[in-house]
């Protein structure tokens, strides 16, 4: 085989993983609960697929093959580990599926009950995101330790840790009832926000780790929606990740400069993205269920808006945080709605609510001490401003963001 | 429990010391130092001359060497150090990352030894 096959043939490899990680990692785990043999079954598979396939060729079904490998791997694992009195039913289960799954290259898409897995009530919620990043999308420890400042060794324990509780804690692989539904798939929400959210903060793309980190949530929210195509707080969470990833490019100067939202170049916004988070925002609506996610979406529609009329309409977007403060009063929230109120109603009124919020939670927030910097700024009280950009660059993480509040400091 | 941040500057980084109250380089620094101090996590911390001004002791063979500088030929040095009395060490890397040193040098995060440990060593 020549090079350039060869290449192909690894580049197919690839692909299917990335398309196929989390499908085959929840199936081979719904039956036995244990996400880290799945996961070992199915790096064993991707290894003999880079051996075989660019030998024998690519198989004409990749999934069904990688499944088929994976639970050879997985039934001699349990044996070798020596569980069978307590799993021989399962083992049997999984031998009996293996030689259908020769014949039938179907079988379930269990991704759905694998990310509910994921953000189960009695998992750590600061896990959430990194388990759903390595099960569903095979992100490794390392990369997700990068993300989450973590050290590499420490992200390794704690998912360890985190599988080995869904596999002896009793965590059943289901879709919760509809009774649960609402709050358990807020923690899925949540979980695919948090990795985005991640991904922003590390701003703009200097980061090529937090610029891929933003495509993995999205491409998980897309896999949700696959999943759930009529829950609307799933379109918004969309919408809203879409709405923000148009504007990567616009939001740093040539020479790496912050650019605040309000002094962006619209003309540098991306016009398929935006279409798109407005098209799942209108499908959203007519679902007529509102939510945090669709507010917040709605927020950064109007923002958006701007590309066409020029300018921004702020008591429009008063009167959505206004909805999205009574479901989701966060710190980041509230201080949204009086960067918005300083912005419709003059530096006062922003300040009036800034001074709402209690001091203790802000004393380590940023975005607080900037907004509050700026309306100070506005209201011509040079010195209590600075007082509060200081705060704001030392909090700062962004070398840009750092340098930008230095400036406006004066 | 104490951490200490443990801060290295490339020899560009050092070159950037200026006793310039306006500079904003110094301004990120002062700004940083507020936080931590306003945040109730702040313990102390020293900065460091320039390596070039440091001396490195050795004792080998009960023969002793005398370098000038400081002892290993890296590329950053160290700089200063800041103690910080916080909960765990996921809070430490937080401050560590919010460091003006961190987007240019490194910054390390290593826990002081237990306090008894440390009474060992100064009586």
Known sequence: MNGSNQEDTHRTIERVARESYGRLVAYLSSHTRDVASAED?????????????????????????LLTTARHSL???MRHQQVALASEP?????????????????????????????????IDPAMHTPLMLQTVLGLDAVRIAHAFLVSPTTMGQRLVRAKTKIRAGGIQFEVPLLRELPQRLDAVLEAI???????????????????????????LARVLLELMPREAEVRGLL?????????????????????????????QWSLPFIEEAEHHLAEASRLGRAGRFQLEAAIQSVHTERA???????????????????????????????????EANGPEAGLAVLDGTDPD?????????????????????????????????????????????????? | MQFALLIYHSPAEFAMRKNDYNDPHLGAWRAYYKALVEAGVYVGAHALEVPETGTTVRLREAKRSVQDGPFAETKEQLAGLIILELPSVDAALEWAARCPGASIGAVEVRPLAPEAMRRGFTG
């Open chain 1, 361 to 410: 939670d802000v004393s380590g927030y940023q975005p607080y001490w900037a907004v509050r910097g700026h309306l100070l700024q506005r209201q011509g009280k040079t010195s209590e401003a600075a007082e509060a950009f200081d705060r704001a660059i030392g909090l700062a993480e962004d070398p840009a963001v750092r340098q930008f509040l230095l400036q406006r400091r004066g």
């Open chain 1, 75 to 77: 039934i001699d694992l």
């Open chain 1, 41 to 65: 079954a199915l790096s064993t598979a991707l290894v003999s697929a880079l051996k075989n396939w660019p030998r024998d060729g690519v198989p004409q079904n990749p999934e069904a093959w």
């Open chain 1, 193 to 219: 926000y948090a990795a985005f959210g991640i991904a922003w903060d590390d701003m703009a793309g200097v980061d090529q780790c937090g610029r891929d980190l933003a495509e993995e949530a999205i491409w």
């Open chain 1, 90 to 122: 399962t083992l049997l289960l999984l031998r009996d599926e293996t030689n259908e799954a020769a014949l039938s290259a179907e079988f379930p898409d269990e991704r759905l009950k694998l990310l509910f897995v994921c953000t189960h009530p009695a």
């Open chain 1, 239 to 267: 919408s809203l990740m879409l709405h923000c990833e148009a504007r990567r490019r616009a939001r740093r100067g040539q020479d790496g400069r912050y650019i605040p939202l309000s002094e962006q170049d619209s003309r």
């Open chain 1, 308 to 342: 066409q009329s020029g300018r921004t309409e702020w008591s429009a977007i008063v009167l959505f945080y206004e909805q999205l403060i009574r479901i989701c009063p966060t710190l980041g929230t509230r201080t949204g709605h009086a960067a918005a109120v300083g």
